[in-house]
């Protein structure tokens, strides 16, 4: 396999990939940040190619982080789908955002929530997870996430 990262002190984000595979780091894209890690692939196969991104965003991001956040993902979807329009785009990663309406098993509606909705409707992206991905570390815990 062949790693690719985009990592910080405490954080960060990365993904392996079959070396049999070819791929290419998007590294124009790719942004390392106190509050986001951003890392593109592009996976190029036969007759068609996609476009991974692999994301982690802080929860302890505010609001002037998030709209930096949003923005440049923006920006970044509009660049990616003009250079490549017969790519699938797949996002992937951990936002850390509640909105009870879009992801069913959050608590409540935060600022980014409701961004990551909006931005989501914009580019026609569906939520796929439907259940939390936190494993419970106590049977305690467990209870919480039933």
Request: aromatic share 14%.
């Amino acid at each position: 396999y062949e790693f690719f990262h985009c990592f910080r002190w405490k954080g960060g984000v990365c993904m392996y990939v079959k070396e049999s595979i070819s791929v290419k780091q998007l590294d124009e894209f790719c942004q390392n940040t106190s509050m986001f890690q951003i890392l593109w692939l592009k996976i190029n196969f036969s007759f068609s190619s996609k476009l991974v991104c692999s994301i982690y965003r802080s929860p302890n991001s505010n609001k002037v982080s998030d709209t930096d956040f949003f923005n440049s993902l923006d920006n970044t979807l509009e660049v990616l789908c003009t250079r490549y329009p017969n790519s699938e785009v797949c996002l992937l990663g951990d936002f850390n955002i509640h909105n009870e309406k879009w992801l069913s098993h959050s608590k409540g509606v935060d600022y980014s929530g409701q961004e990551m909705e909006k931005f989501c409707i914009i580019h026609n992206l569906d939520q796929l997870v439907d259940q939390p991905t936190r494993f419970a570390r106590h049977i305690r815990d467990s209870l919480e996430y039933s």
